[in-house]
C-alpha cells in the first residue's frame, strides 16, 4: 500500500483569473477538451511526416507507446509491438520474411508483413491497405483502427482536435471524482473503490489533493475546462451565479429520484441553487468541525494552570507562556499565541472578534437584517485585547506577514502555546513532546456566551460538470450510494476494511461527526480522548445555523467591495500593531459606515439574505 504525504507549502489561494491565464500555457487540444477519462496519453502535439499533429488515446487500456503516433495518408501508424503487447497479444517475430505475428487466445490472430499493403485477420486476408506496415526507427509500425476494431475495439476520430479514441465498448464506464483529502495524507483505497465498483457497475479515476493545494488545483482545473465529471467545490460560494452555471449541471429534475441528495440539496450549507436551478450537492459535514483555539495542555500542567474560559484568563496564561519558560529549556524563547492571515479578515486570529462579537463571521441575520459586526462596539473590545497583548509580546510578532507553513512550524517545534486549528490538527500535533486540547469553552467574559467553532461554509459541494460524458443519473446513484452505506455505518462490514479506508469515506462522503471514525483522535490515550469529546459535547449546545450568512461569499468573492474590505483589514493590523490608536479605529468606522460605497454592500447583502428566506 502506498502513502505519500503532501509536503506544505506557502503558495497563496490561485485566483480564477491567475487559473485562466495558465491556459495560455496549455496546447489547444489539452485546453479545448479534456483528455478522456481513465486514457493513457500516446502523445500531445508531435508532428507527423505529412504534417499534421495527431494524438491517440487509449481508454482503460493497459497500452503504453514506445514512439508517438504517425498520421499518413489518413491512417493513423502506431508500434506493433507496444499496442499489440498492451492489448495482450505475445509477438513472433520472423526477422527472414519480415513478418509480425500476433496471437491470443479466443481472439484474432494478426500477420502483417513489411512494405505489403495487406493484412491476415485469423487466416482471411485484407488486401489493399492505405499504408503498408513499414520500419524506421528499429519499430515496426501497423495501422491502429485495423487491430482495434478486429479486436472489438471501438475506435473514435475527432478531425477538428485531430486525435484517435480508443476504448471497449464491454468495459465498465468510468467516473471521474475529484475531492479534498482532508487530513493530507493519500492513501491506495482499493476496498473502498472495489466495493462501490461492483454495487454501481462504474470504475472511479479517483483525483485526491490535500488541503493546502486543493483551491489551487480546482480553479485550474475549471479554467482548463477539464473539471472531474463529480468535483467538490471546497468553497460553494467562490463562484458567482454566472460562473458556476456556466460549467455545472442544473440537477434539479435528476434529484426527484434521489430524496437523500434532495434533501442536502435544499438544506446546506453549501446549497448552490440559481435561479431555482439546484447546481450542486453539499458533502455532510459536522458543522463544528472548524477552526478553534487549541492550546498546550502539558504547559498548562507545569504551570499549575487551569483552562483558561474568558478573554482575561487566557490573556494572563498567555503572559506565562511567554515569560516562564513553559518548555523547561532555560531560554526565553516561547510565545502564547501564534497565527497568520490567511486573506479573510484577521485570518486564524479572528476568534478572538468571535469571542467578543458573538459572531463565527463578520456579518449575521437577525430579524431578517444583516448586522456587520466589524463596526460594533464589541469589536472595538476585540481591538483592545489584541493591542495589549500584541503590545506585551503575547502574540506571535510576524503574525501578519507569516505564512500558514511557518505558523506550522512554530508549533511543531514548541514555540507557541496557542493557536487556532480544527480538532485533527490538535490531535495530530499530540504527541510524546507536546499535548494539545481544544479549549472546552471560550467567552469574552464570565458575563458574556461563551462561543464554539462553526463551519459556515459547509464542508464543500459537489458538482456535476458539464464536460462529463456519462449520464447524470449515473453519477448522482453513485453518489447516493456512498451517502447511504456512510449514513448506515455499512463500510466496516467490508472484508478487510482499514482506517486508510474509512479516512478516504471521510473526504468523500463527509464525515457528520468528528469524533467518529477520526484515526488522529482514537490514537490518543484515554484521557487526552476524553478531553476531546467534552469539548465536542460543550461546543454542541451552540448553533449559529439560523444568524450565519454563508451566501455572502459569492458577493467577495466576484471581486466587488474588495477595496472597502480590504481597508478595513489593514486599519485593524495598523490599530493593533500600534500605528494607529482605538480612537483612530473609532473614528475610521464612522467614516467608514458613513459612506456610499458601504451602505451599497449592506443593501447588497440584505438582497441574499431576503432570498435565503423567501
Given at each position: 500500500m502506498s502513502r505519500n504525504r503532501f509536503r506544505k507549502t506557502t503558495k497563496t489561494v490561485m485566483s480564477a483569473a491567475l487559473a485562466a491565464a495558465l491556459l495560455t500555457a496549455i496546447p489547444y487540444p489539452a485546453a479545448a477538451e479534456s483528455i478522456?477519462?481513465?486514457?493513457?496519453?500516446?502523445?500531445?502535439?508531435?508532428?507527423?511526416?505529412?504534417?499534421?499533429?495527431?494524438?491517440?488515446?487509449?481508454?482503460?487500456?493497459?497500452?503504453?507507446?514506445?514512439l508517438p503516433p504517425r498520421l499518413i495518408k489518413g491512417t493513423v501508424m502506431v508500434p506493433g509491438k507496444s499496442l499489440l503487447e498492451g492489448l495482450g497479444y505475445k509477438i513472433e517475430w520472423q526477422?527472414?520474411?519480415?513478418?509480425?505475428?500476433?496471437?491470443?487466445?479466443?481472439?484474432p490472430t494478426f500477420v502483417f508483413q513489411e512494405n505489403l499493403a495487406q493484412a491476415e485477420v485469423s487466416g482471411t486476408?485484407?488486401?489493399?491497405?492505405?499504408?503498408a506496415p513499414f520500419i524506421d526507427k528499429q519499430t515496426f509500425w501497423i495501422p491502429l483502427r485495423l487491430v482495434a476494431a478486429a479486436s472489438g475495439l471501438r475506435v473514435e476520430w475527432n478531425a477538428q482536435q485531430r486525435y484517435a479514441r480508443v476504448s471497449d465498448p464491454l468495459a465498465l464506464p468510468r467516473l471521474s471524482v475529484m475531492t479534498k483529502i482532508d487530513n493530507g495524507v493519500i492513501e491506495?483505497?482499493?476496498?473502498?473503490?472495489n466495493d462501490l465498483?461492483?454495487?454501481?457497475?462504474?470504475?472511479?479515476d479517483f483525483v485526491q489533493v490535500g488541503p493546502e493545494h486543493y483551491r489551487q488545483k480546482m480553479m485550474v482545473m475549471i479554467a482548463a475546462g477539464e473539471p472531474t465529471s463529480l468535483m467538490l467545490l471546497d468553497d460553494p460560494y467562490i463562484f458567482q451565479n454566472e460562473l458556476i452555471a456556466s460549467f455545472s449541471n442544473d440537477l434539479t429534475s435528476q434529484l426527484e429520484a434521489f430524496p437523500?441528495?434532495?434533501?442536502?440539496?435544499?438544506?446546506?450549507?453549501g446549497s448552490r441553487v440559481v435561479d431555482d436551478k439546484i447546481l450542486g450537492v453539499p458533502r455532510p459535514g459536522d458543522p463544528h468541525n472548524a477552526a478553534f483555539p487549541a492550546i498546550r495542555k502539558d504547559w498548562l500542567d507545569k504551570l499549575g494552570l487551569a483552562q483558561p474560559q474568558t478573554m482575561e484568563e487566557l490573556f494572563l496564561t498567555l503572559k506565562k507562556f511567554t515569560e516562564l519558560d513553559p518548555d523547561g529549556n532555560g531560554k526565553h524563547d516561547t510565545v502564547g499565541l501564534t497565527g497568520y492571515l490567511d486573506g479573510t479578515g484577521l485570518g486564524t486570529l479572528s476568534w478572538i472578534e468571535h469571542a467578543y462579537t458573538g459572531s463565527p463571521d463578520r456579518f449575521s441575520v437577525k430579524g431578517g437584517i444583516v448586522v456587520d459586526h466589524a463596526v460594533s462596539d464589541e469589536e472595538t473590545l476585540a481591538l483592545q485585547w489584541l493591542v495589549r497583548?500584541?503590545?506585551?509580546?503575547?502574540?506571535?510578532?510576524?503574525?501578519?506577514?507569516m505564512s500558514g507553513e511557518q505558523s506550522n512550524e512554530r508549533l511543531r517545534g514548541s514555540i507557541a502555546g496557542l493557536a487556532s486549528m480544527t480538532i485533527s490538527q490538535a490531535a495530530g500535533l499530540t504527541g510524546e513532546n507536546a499535548v494539545w486540547l481544544p479549549l472546552r469553552s471560550l467567552r469574552a467574559s464570565?458575563?458574556?456566551?461563551?462561543?464554539?467553532?462553526?463551519?459556515?461554509?459547509?464542508?464543500?459541494?459537489?458538482?456535476?460538470?458539464?464536460?462529463?460524458?456519462?449520464?447524470?443519473?449515473?453519477?448522482?446513484?453513485?453518489?447516493?450510494?456512498?451517502?447511504?452505506?456512510?449514513?448506515?455505518?455499512?463500510?466496516?462490514?467490508?472484508?478487510?476494511?482499514?482506517?486508510?479506508?474509512?479516512?478516504?469515506?471521510?473526504?468523500?462522503?463527509?464525515?457528520?461527526?468528528?469524533?467518529?471514525?477520526?484515526?488522529r483522535i482514537e490514537h490518543l490515550s484515554d484521557n487526552i480522548r476524553d478531553e476531546y469529546k467534552a469539548a465536542v459535547t460543550e461546543w454542541r449546545k451552540i448553533s449559529y445555523a439560523a444568524t450565519t450568512l454563508p451566501e455572502a461569499g459569492s458577493l467577495w468573492n466576484s471581486g466587488k467591495y474588495a477595496e472597502l474590505n480590504n481597508k478595513m483589514e489593514q486599519f485593524k493590523l495598523k490599530v493593533i500593531m500600534g500605528a494607529a490608536s482605538v480612537e483612530d479605529w473609532k473614528a475610521f468606522v464612522k467614516e467608514y459606515t458613513a459612506s456610499t460605497e458601504y451602505k451599497a454592500m449592506l443593501a447588497d447583502l440584505n438582497k441574499l439574505a431576503a432570498q435565503r428566506t423567501n
Open positions: 478522456p477519462t481513465g486514457s493513457s496519453k500516446l502523445n500531445d502535439q508531435i508532428h507527423s511526416p505529412d504534417g499534421t499533429a495527431v494524438n491517440v488515446y487509449f481508454q482503460d487500456l493497459p497500452v503504453a507507446m514506445s526477422a527472414k520474411e519480415r513478418k509480425l505475428v500476433a496471437v491470443q487466445e479466443n481472439k486476408w485484407l488486401k489493399g491497405l492505405p499504408v491506495q483505497t482499493d476496498r473502498l473503490f465498483k461492483q454495487a454501481t457497475k462504474m470504475n472511479v437523500r441528495l434532495k434533501a442536502l440539496a435544499q438544506s446546506g450549507p497583548a500584541y503590545k506585551e509580546g503575547l502574540i506571535d510578532k510576524e503574525f501578519p506577514v464570565s458575563a458574556s456566551s461563551p462561543i464554539a467553532p462553526w463551519a459556515t461554509q459547509g464542508n464543500g459541494t459537489y458538482i456535476v460538470s458539464k464536460t462529463s460524458k456519462l449520464e447524470i443519473k449515473r453519477i448522482l446513484a453513485w453518489l447516493d450510494y456512498g451517502l447511504e452505506k456512510t449514513e448506515n455505518g455499512g463500510w466496516e462490514a467490508v472484508e478487510g476494511w482499514q482506517q486508510s479506508d474509512q479516512e478516504a469515506v471521510n473526504s468523500l462522503f463527509g464525515q457528520t461527526d468528528m469524533l467518529k471514525n477520526n484515526g
